[in-house]
């Protein structure tokens, strides 16, 4: 269907740099998710893709304190003072090099948005983006610089009224934060509840500070919740936020970890739910915020099946392409192998995982998750409409 807005193909940042963040063997966030994933995509047709490249300390400085970001320097250099600088933690180990590798992560999600507010793409997609758990003073849960949060701030400052939204299975503790006094910065993040999942925040309470109350929304979901309940909250939420908000551009962050086969939390998602969270996104940037669409890749640890075809999946709807039944036969050929070798799920034949994937949820798991929805939905509707005096 064509747009209403001109659409150039989506843009794609990835390249060898991109691998330079790297918590060493054994991390779950290894830079060993970006070949299968990034294969997919070329197998798909993908082929507009830039390396990312670092961002200064003065984009950084727009999210983060100066005091971190000399700190962040220092443990490039001399990691073993991770102890004495505290600025880290034990799931977000200090590396040789961490100051430049987390730059270029910010560097490229810095760069799609610069491409987005010039006009020059409708869409872009940065698969090693969305660091979320980054806060101004504190790296944190696999996070050192919050690439997303210094895109946003870029675009706000631009004059735009910015909608993100988090579907990542853990709670965008750290952009939430830094926006929570901004009204012009609408965050929605539907993620595993914090009690039972990293980070242990994102309550439906929490809506914003003052002077932004509504400009958060939280919605914590039960462990074992599926794709039934789980499009129930995003559909009834999601366009309802973005349609009292206004926003005239659009960042997301779709976190392939929500998936039933990730090994990292409890939610039991399938393909099919993460295929229609990304055209109900490209929807949304069309309807309300001109076509302007900047996503991120976020978490995910199942990397043979669950991450490349999310990613694929993201893509497709981006470039305005129907989703293939099959998964490309080369692309399975050239990792299922070394899916077999290291014991972990092979790349799955299907885009869309058939039926019985996934455990159905439980009745009782099915109406806590409509009714946190629908807490969160009222107040921020009232809150959004009262503002706009509409
Ligand atoms: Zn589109």
């Excluded at 197998?43 to 984009?59: N, Q, R, S």
């Excluded at 036969?329 to 092979?346: C, D, H, I, K, Y």
Aim: aromatic fraction near 8%; charge should be negative; hydrophobic fraction near 45%.
């Amino acid at each position: 269907m064509p747009d209403a807005q001109p659409e150039s193909r989506p843009l794609v940042i990835y390249g060898p740099t991109s691998h330079a963040y790297d918590f060493g063997p054994g991390h779950p966030f290894t830079p060993r998710r970006f070949a299968p994933g990034i294969d997919l995509l070329r197998a798909l047709g993908a082929a507009d893709f830039e390396e990312p490249v670092a961002a200064d300390d003065a984009a950084l400085a727009t999210v983060h304190k100066l005091g971190f970001l000399a700190d962040i320097a220092r443990l490039s250099d001399y990691p073993e003072m991770a102890d004495e600088l505290a600025v880290t933690d034990g799931d977000t180990p200090a590396f040789y090099g961490m100051h430049h590798a987390g730059a270029t992560v910010v560097g490229g999600t810095l760069h799609a948005m610069e491409q987005l507010l010039a006009g020059e793409r409708g869409h872009a997609f940065h698969p090693g983006g969305g660091l979320h758990h980054a806060f101004p003073a504190r790296a944190s849960g696999f996070c050192v610089f919050n690439d997303v949060a210094v895109a946003i701030r870029r675009a706000r400052d631009g004059g735009h009224r910015v909608l993100y939204v988090d579907v990542d299975v853990h709670h965008g503790d750290g952009v939430e934060a830094i926006f929570w006094d901004d009204p012009l910065v609408q965050t929605v993040s539907i993620h595993q509840s914090g009690l039972t999942l990293f980070p242990g925040t994102g309550w439906v309470e929490d809506r914003g500070g003052k002077g932004a109350q509504g400009s958060a929304v939280n919605i914590p979901l039960e462990p074992g919740t599926s794709d039934a309940s789980w499009l129930a909250v995003l559909e009834s939420v999601v366009p309802a936020v973005a349609a009292a908000f206004r926003p005239t551009l659009l960042v997301t962050l779709n976190g392939s970890d929500a998936h039933a086969h990730d090994p990292l939390a409890n939610l039991q998602l399938t393909t099919l739910a993460f295929a229609r969270a990304a055209r109900l996104l490209d929807d949304i940037a069309h309807r309300y915020a001109g076509g302007r669409w900047l996503a991120t890749g976020g978490g995910g640890y199942d990397v043979y099946s669950a991450v490349p075809r999310n990613w694929a999946l993201v893509w497709l709807a981006q470039a305005h392409h129907d989703v293939p039944a099959e998964t490309p036969l080369g692309w399975r050929e050239r990792w299922t192998s070394e899916a077999e070798s290291r014991s972990v799920n092979a790349p799955p034949a299907l885009m869309l995982d058939p039926e019985g994937t996934a455990k159905p949820e439980s009745a009782l798991v099915a109406a806590a998750n409509r009714a946190t929805a629908a807490k969160a939905l009222q107040h921020t509707l009232a809150v959004l409409s009262e503002r706009h005096g509409s």
